[in-house]
């Protein structure tokens, strides 16, 4: 059973037509305008539409376009009384799905329909596939990540609403660039609202725009962001701060995708797609009444969690080197190489801060090591050097479980791998505290610039051998 919407001013031949298609099993409706067409087709789940030509107030094939694009996507099949010879090109050249002569109608409706059903068929299962995604921004190749960029194939297929959720810095906005980027609206506007920062008074102007004299200093009529977003993506960034006076004109707006502009005594249509993000726990402030959630049933038809950096260390490797790279790039100076000791310090580190927080610590450590081919963990900032310091610190000493049980209980080890042992743990803890800073290594130890060096390849520890004078 389909929906099927028939636009035709020739009601006897409309009836008609309804009767056969409801008897034929499908729920078949009727308007003999095209604004009211119009108004039904956006209001409805129509999926394939009988359009007439000749219409009292315009042509059916100018307006095919604007039926082609309501949310449900109908497929159209034009219908024509005129005999016109370049009828059927022009029908098809406007996007319809197929062609028919008024006497004939009846006769030939069939088949062009069912195809077209089974077309609709066929693309439903194919837009559940994921397509080869364009993900160039999106870095990493962690477990979770991978998941997440199969969720986001799925969104950016389907026009559900997006609900993206996760800490702050995880890459909820660079998300829904993607499913706006990856979806059938990729070449319309990506309207992005912060809801945080949006100003109480100007909310609803912001947002369902205004008419001249709407109020004070309402001197030009201006259309709002839900308007701008038509055809495209409107993305609620920050959606847990929308006020619950506007919580609730949104929530219809979203059922309906009909607004009015501040002012305005007409209602506006926006064919927008929803993506919407926080990084509040939306579940809990609606259980406190804080959060509408019927709105919150609405946002979330799918969900897309983005995990902490903490918990997807994989992905650590590859996003530094893409934003030194992207450094280097915009710098025009050759790429730099990065010492293994500083990826195990950004390893160590949380990063409460996600991939924002390794972003800009990139950046310093860019800034620091400008001069350098190669940078290091002394280019790092201090707070993630210090930590660095206590990890050091806290790692068994092999020192100790030398002297311990091994010592007493087992075999004594002979003098030279004793102080080699020993050797190193001294080397490997003053590396640790300096974070490799040679001066510092040499002040603290009394050895000499040319001995430190010396001892550090010997045992293998840090990059010392490229470190600056
Ligand atoms: N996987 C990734 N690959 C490359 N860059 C990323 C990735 N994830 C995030 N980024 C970058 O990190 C920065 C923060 O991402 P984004 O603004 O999307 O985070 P957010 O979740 O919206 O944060 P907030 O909640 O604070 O608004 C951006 O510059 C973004 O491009
Ligand atoms: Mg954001």
């Given amino acids: 059973m389909a929906e099927i919407l028939i636009v035709d001013d020739d009601i006897m031949l409309a009836e008609m037509l309804t009767g056969y298609l409801q008897r034929a099993g499908h729920r078949a409706a009727s308007a003999a305008t095209l604004a009211t067409g119009l108004d039904m087709a956006a209001g409805g789940h129509y999926e394939v539409i009988f359009l007439d030509v000749q219409m009292p107030d315009g042509n059916g094939l100018a307006a095919l376009p604007r039926f082609a694009e309501v949310v449900s996507g109908p497929e159209i099949i034009i219908m024509t009384g005129s005999g016109d010879p370049d009828g059927a090109e022009k029908a098809i050249q406007s996007g319809a799905w197929s062609y028919l002569e008024k006497p004939h109608v009846l006769r030939d409706l069939l088949l062009p329909l069912t195809r077209a059903l089974q077309y609709r068929e066929e693309r439903k299962k194919i837009s559940h596939i994921p397509v080869a995604l364009k993900r160039d921004a999106i870095i990493g190749r962690s477990p979770a990540l ?99 006076r506007v919580q609730k004109t949104f929530l219809r707006v979203l059922q309906e995708h009909r607004f009015r502009p501040v002012g305005a005594t007409r209602e506006e249509h926006s064919d927008f797609r929803l993506v919407a993000a926080t990084n509040r726990d939306l579940d809990w402030l609606a259980s406190r009444g804080l959060f509408r959630s019927d709105l919150l049933y609405r946002l979330r038809s799918l969900t897309l969690h983005l995990p902490p950096l903490r918990e997807r260390k994989e992905d650590i490797r590859p996003l530094a080197r893409h934003f030194l790279n992207r450094l280097c790039d915009r710098a025009r100076i050759d790429s730099k190489g990065i010492a293994d000791e500083l990826f195990e310090s950004l390893l160590i580190h949380d990063w409460p801060g996600n991939v924002r927080e390794l972003q800009q610590t990139m950046e310093q450590v860019f800034a620091n090591g400008i001069h350098l081919p190669t940078v290091f963990a002394y280019h790092l900032p201090d707070h993630i050097r210090v ?24 075999p004594l080890p002979t003098w030279k791998d004793f102080r080699t042992e020993q050797e190193q743990f001294y080397l490997r803890y003053l590396h640790g505290i300096t974070c490799g800073d040679i001066k510092e290594m040499c002040r603290l130890s009394g050895l000499s610039r040319a001995r430190l060096y010396q001892l550090l390849s010997l045992h293998r520890i840090g990059p010392a051998r490229h470190l600056p004078d």
């Fill in 146 to 244: 991978l998941q997440c960029l199969d969720q986001l194939a799925t969104a950016a297929a389907s026009e559900a609403s997006v609900l993206l959720t996760g800490e702050t810095g995880t890459g909820k906005e660079l998300f829904a660039r993607a499913i706006h980027d990856n979806s059938n609206r990729a070449d319309r506007a990506f309207v992005v609202v912060d809801c945080a920062s949006l100003p109480e008074t100007l909310i609803e102007s912001t947002l369902f725009g205004h008419i001249k004299g709407a109020f004070t200093h309402a001197d030009r009529t201006t259309s709002g962001l839900i308007k701008t977003a038509h055809g495209g993506t409107l993305f609620l960034d920050e959606v847990g701060e929308l006020p619950e």
């Fill in 387 to 410: 930590r660095m310091a206590v990890a050091a610190l806290k790692e068994p000493s092999p020192v100790i479980a030398f002297r311990g049980p091994t010592m007493q209980n087992g």
